[in-house]
């Protein structure tokens, strides 16, 4: 019988990540915005929206959890994914 022993101070880093690329014009673009129902979140998000759209014409879609405590329903993430190229989301109290 073997025993692997791991030593819990061993050297730590930070994952490898990367960046979405970037999108270069939004004119025309379909964007987004996943409210995740946190008080005030949606106000947020929708200003937020409604002057990327004012200033670059933009078409605004949105949508909202039903709990801000749960990750949204496939549902939910599959029709923004066929629907919208950019999503706006996330708001904390």
Same mark, same amino acid.
């Given at each position: 019988?073997?025993?692997?022993?791991?030593?819990?101070?061993?050297?730590? @880093?930070?994952?490898?990540?990367?960046? !979405?690329?970037?999108?270069?014009?939004? %004119? &025309?673009? *379909? $964007? +987004?915005?996943?409210?995740?129902?946190?008080?005030?979140? @949606?106000?947020?998000?929708?200003?937020? !929206?409604?002057?990327?759209?004012?200033? %670059? &014409?933009? *078409? $605004? +879609?949105?949508?909202?959890?039903?709990?801000?405590?749960?990750?949204?329903?496939?549902?939910?993430?599959?029709?923004?994914?066929?629907?919208?190229?950019?999503?706006?989301? +996330?708001?904390?109290?």
């Amino acid at each position: 019988m073997s025993v692997a022993l791991l030593r819990p101070d061993g050297e730590t @880093g930070e994952p490898g990540r990367s960046l !979405a690329p970037a999108v270069g014009v939004l %004119t &025309g673009m *379909h $964007v +987004g915005v996943l409210d995740n129902t946190k008080p005030n979140a @949606g106000v947020l998000l929708d200003r937020i !929206a409604g002057r990327l759209a004012e200033r %670059t &014409g933009a *078409h $605004v +879609g949105r949508r909202e959890t039903k709990n801000a405590a749960m990750p949204a329903d496939d549902q939910v993430l599959d029709g923004m994914q066929k629907e919208v190229r950019i999503v706006l989301t +996330g708001s904390a109290d």
